[in-house]
């Protein structure tokens, strides 16, 4: 039968689960048995709908909002959906849509409140795209009895492929190694706090005893699920403004997927994912040996939902431990830095598709926050030597630095925010400067770019500020306000001259000043140096710096993993994509549960259509 159970006890448990007060999804109000005889026999509920698929205006892309209104025109083949602004927007009696002209009296106007209704085969986890199992769909009190009079032969446990089955790699043993070990401590650690003192023998067998009482996150799979080379190509402005520096015109980088499972009733249900892109050491500059978490995303149901012996709640702890496990990791294979914008989800941006109603989306001040928690953690255990954020490290020279403020030193992350935004500027500065050269009134606009430059650090403005230099200016007065969502976490010491990282040779550190380390090639520059140019400079007295031998830093970053392809997990457009036109939401414990499933089996069946 094409369900998960492979046991009459395992169907058991999904059905007492169904039943239980819904801790951890959305809570539905209970229909009796006797009330209404088309209730679901496993759920006890009648009607559920699922979220519909997003609908979006086709002449602008623009989402068009639940239970809005908008303007549809349907064919026999086709559907177009226009929001209001591009039909009120549109002049005459027509409207264009992909290139095509339709009269706007053949447009109806519409709310978006549509619903689709659940089937419940979702309560007995049945798979229905399993071609190789020809029975139809049999609920599980039935199941249960056809197994009970020999009707059915359950199917042994091993034949039920789940998140343990699936490859592993360097980086999901990895990353299970240091979560199971800090499961473990912090276990032990809630055991001490109430009130008991062990040797370490005496703690095993009091963990196995009173399991209950000191309950412990287990069941828990990583796994690798989409491990592909791709490219990031520079947006064509901004290749031309440094065309005269041979910018790459594009950057090759690894995107990964990771999941972690946890078997909750018996069913495996996916928990947290993170999208990552890993620009190796053979990458040019700036995106040398850089890491970039692009996409991070959870939903609410870890098991048990209790808080850790550190006061945090049991599920930051593990999400926590992941990503300074995947730190570590990035940090032996010799990267040198990873960058995180700490910003809110937008619509559409999450991972799982309908995260639980019971878990707010957190504001950017308390995601930042959460960030920079785990950050710390990592500082603790040295995996993080350095923390900062874009702006400071990019936009600002204070002190002894020398590097040059450029937009070309930016590392250039694919779907990151700024690269969007510095090419919409660069169209503007030509804008402006051809709308200069028409009106001929560029003369006050020099005066002001020439003030904003000073104000911003640049000193030699001689002719015409450069274009280099007012994106500069531009990117900055739009990254500041809120230059602490661009986390900066580096990995190893960068130089206080001239900010590059340091890999290899020596550090030169300075015991008497805080975090002033310079590389070899500025230490040589500054012994040519006059004693009072030297370091600390604007200061009488010279500090002698020590060298630091840099070991432990590969000269490659390759992991020694194979290319892991999914046409699911490839991209997080595609994975929501499947779920969004599959129904797998993630809402509810119970809908996570069947929609796991069926990723699971996707994943280990990569050519189910």
């Known amino acids: 039968m094409a369900h998960v159970p492979a046991s009459v006890e395992d169907a058991r448990l999904i059905i007492d689960s169904l039943r239980e007060d819904p801790l ?46 908008y303007y549809a025109y349907d064919t026999r083949d086709t559907h177009h959906s226009v929001c209001i602004p591009c039909y009120n927007k549109s002049r005459g009696h027509t409207i264009e849509v992909e290139g095509q002209m339709f009269p706007k009296a053949r447009f109806q106007k519409k709310r978006n409140d549509e619903e689709t209704e659940e089937c419940h085969q979702i309560c007995a986890l049945f798979n229905d795209i399993n071609y190789d199992v020809k029975q139809a769909y049999t609920c599980l009190y039935c199941y249960i009895e056809e197994v009970k009079r020999g009707l059915h032969v359950p199917s042994p446990q091993s034949a039920v492929l789940g998140a343990s089955d699936l490859p592993r790699t360097a980086l999901s043993d990895h990353i299970e190694e240091r979560l199971f070990k800090r499961l473990k401590l912090e276990r032990q650690a809630r055991a001490v706090q109430s009130g008991r003192s062990f040797d370490e023998d005496d703690l095993a067998v009091y963990l196995a005893v009173y399991s209950d009482l000191v309950a412990g996150a287990d069941g828990l799979v990583v796994r690798v699920v989409s491990s592909v080379d791709k490219k990031v190509g520079v947006k ?45 050491a053979e990458c040019a500059f700036p995106n040398q040996r850089r890491v970039y978490l692009s996409y991070l995303d959870s939903v609410k149901y870890l098991r048990p939902g209790i808080k850790a012996a550190t006061g945090e709640a049991l599920c930051t702890f593990v999400y926590h431990e992941i990503l300074i496990g995947y730190l570590e990791y990035c940090k032996q294979r010799g990267f040198t830095s990873c960058y995180i914008w700490a910003r809110p989800p937008l619509e559409g941006d999450n991972i799982f598709y309908c995260n639980p109603t019971i878990q707010t989306t957190r504001t950017s001040d308390k995601l930042r926050e959460w960030c920079l928690a ?46 969007g935004v510095a090419e919409d500027m660069v169209n503007q500065l030509h804008q402006e400067e051809d709308d200069q050269k028409l009106q001929k009134k560029g ?39 809120m230059e602490e969502d661009f986390i900066m976490v580096h990995l190893q010491y960068s130089c206080s001259n001239c900010r590059s ?9 300075c015991h008497q000043c805080r975090s002033f380390y ?55 457009h595609a994975f929501l994509s499947l779920c969004q036109e599959n129904h797998y939401q993630f809402d509810t414990l119970r809908r996570a549960k069947h929609s796991s499933m069926m990723v699971l089996y996707r994943l280990h069946n990569p050519t189910v259509v």
Request: proline share 7%; with cysteine; charged share 30%.
């Open 24 to 69: 951890y999804g959305q809570q539905l109000p209970p229909v009796s048995d006797s009330i209404n005889e088309n209730a679901c026999q496993l759920c006890k509920q009648e009607k559920l709908t699922f979220e519909p698929p997003p609908m979006y205006c086709f002449p602008c892309g623009a989402r068009i909002r639940r239970n809005g209104p």
């Open 236 to 280: 064509p402005r901004f290749l031309e403004t440094f065309q005269e520096d041979n910018y790459p015109t594009e950057f090759p980088y690894k995107s990964k997927a990771v999941l972690l499972f946890q078997k909750i009733d018996g069913v495996e249900v996916c928990l947290f994912g993170m999208y990552v892109q890993e620009f190796g």
């Open 518 to 572: 310079i590389c070899d090639k500025c230490y040589s520059a500054e012994q040519e140096l006059e004693e009072r140019e030297r370091h600390p400079s604007n200061s009488r007295e010279t500090h002698e710096l020590h060298p630091v031998d840099i070991v432990g830093v590969p000269e490659e970053t390759k992991d020694g993993d194979g290319i892991i392809e999914s046409k699911f997990f490839d991209t997080r």
């Open 501 to 509: 990282f340091m890999s290899s040779g020596k550090r030169w550190a």
């Open 443 to 481: 003369n006050a606009k020099k005066i002001i770019r020439k003030r904003a430059l000073e104000a911003a650090g640049h000193t030699d403005l001689s002719g015409n500020a450069s274009e280099d230099d007012m994106l500069m200016q531009k990117l900055g007065e739009t990254i500041y306000p």
């Open 374 to 419: 785990m950050i710390r953690k990592a500082t603790k255990e040295e995996i993080v030597v350095e923390l900062t954020n874009l702006y400071d490290h990019f936009f600002i020279t204070t002190g002894e630095c020398k590097a040059k403020v450029t937009a070309s030193r930016l590392p250039y992350f694919d779907g990151d925010y700024w690269p």
